[in-house]
């Protein structure tokens, strides 16, 4: 009913009070847009944070529905994302490059680093390979689809060695445990929770991790540039979020009650103290940090450079494959 049609019921003016009480009763069904956002979450200490956001409601405040979609195994999300059936991932670069060099009409942006591997990112071998050299001749499992091939390539350069040094194995990740404690392959490549039964077992000793060359190995949110255009708010409150989420976290830890490390660890299905081991390996960088990181000419597109270079020599990626992009205006717009 609207307040001409009210006054011609009443016959007379209406009060200046019975108008904003009307007003405000129709303002009242024109809230803004709730958005909603669904996150791809696979077993990775640094991609849990968008799950502990949606267990803590840490959205609501930005009214902005955040769900996950829970995959077994990172790789599993870059298929996904591949067939389309999902708009943004939480990626490594070198997943995200080699997504570009697939699929260059679907080359996504990344719009936040999620965190840096140092000494997450493991190559462990049996207990009597006793170094990186000592693998020359000899099996490496990796998954060709995650960081496997370019982490191990930079392992093996350290020692002299190069790939063509050793035979490649292809196999998913949580077979790797299991094939290293056999003997089916001499080495692997992995990262928690895939590597904690490994290690748990004591059948195998960590050769190489990342903390060699720091500022490689980076994890990274990404999203398909037409997804992004149409709701470049929603994601700029999804990075909000997200820092929401790690300083629910920090709070806790300070307080000695790892409650946002029991809700993580559960979902990945390890302890809290493997989790909590595992996250001493990544380096977190606040939004306010990743002003720079992100912008034109910083840290992240000078690395998607070297990841795309050390990819070709490999030829795992095309010489005319795109370099994803990296857009910084989302972390601008959530710093306001």
């Not at 009597?128 to 050299?133: A, E």
């Amino acid at each position: 009913m609207t307040l001409l049609s009210i006054h011609r019921r009443l016959g007379r003016p209406l009060s200046v009070a019975l108008v904003m009480a009307v007003g405000l009763l129709s303002l009242a069904g024109c809230s803004p847009r709730r958005h909603e956002v669904s996150v791809p979450v696979s077993s990775w200490p640094g991609y849990e944070y968008f799950f502990l956001a949606q267990q803590k409601g840490l959205a609501e405040r930005y009214n902005l529905k955040l769900t996950t979609a829970q995959f077994s195994d990172p790789q599993e999300i870059v298929h996904a994302y591949l067939r389309g059936e999902i708009p943004m991932a939480q990626l490594t670069t070198v997943e995200l490059v080699d997504i570009c060099g697939r699929a260059p009409e679907r080359c996504p942006e990344v719009v936040l680093i999620l965190d840096e591997s140092r000494g997450a990112d493991l190559l462990a071998a049996r207990r009597d390979v006793g170094s990186v050299k000592a693998l020359a001749g000899k099996t490496i499992g990796m998954t060709f689809s995650t960081l496997g091939p370019y982490f191990v390539s930079r392992a093996l350069q350290r020692s002299g060695l190069t790939l063509d040094q050793v035979v490649i194995r292809n196999m998913p990740l949580a077979e790797m445990s299991e094939a290293l404690a056999k003997g089916h392959v001499d080495a692997v490549a992995f990262f928690p929770p895939f590597s904690d039964a490994a290690l748990r077992a004591g059948h195998s000793r960590v050769l190489f991790d990342s903390r060699q060359i720091p500022g490689e190995i980076f994890d990274v949110l990404v999203v398909e540039s037409a997804y992004l255009k149409q709701n470049f708010h929603a994601i700029m409150k999804l990075l909000k979020t997200w820092q929401d989420a790690h300083r629910y976290a920090h709070r806790y830890a300070r307080a000695h009650a790892p409650e946002a490390a029991v809700v993580m660890a559960r979902r990945q299905n390890v302890s809290v103290e493997e989790f909590q081991a595992a996250e001493r390996g990544l380096v977190y960088f606040s939004l306010a940090e990743q002003r720079a990181l992100l912008a034109p000419g910083g840290l992240m597109e000078r690395n998607l450079k070297a990841v795309q270079q050390v990819q070709q020599r490999l030829k795992l990626v095309r010489p005319d494959a795109p370099l994803p992009q990296v857009n910084a205006a989302l972390v601008q717009e959530a710093l306001r």
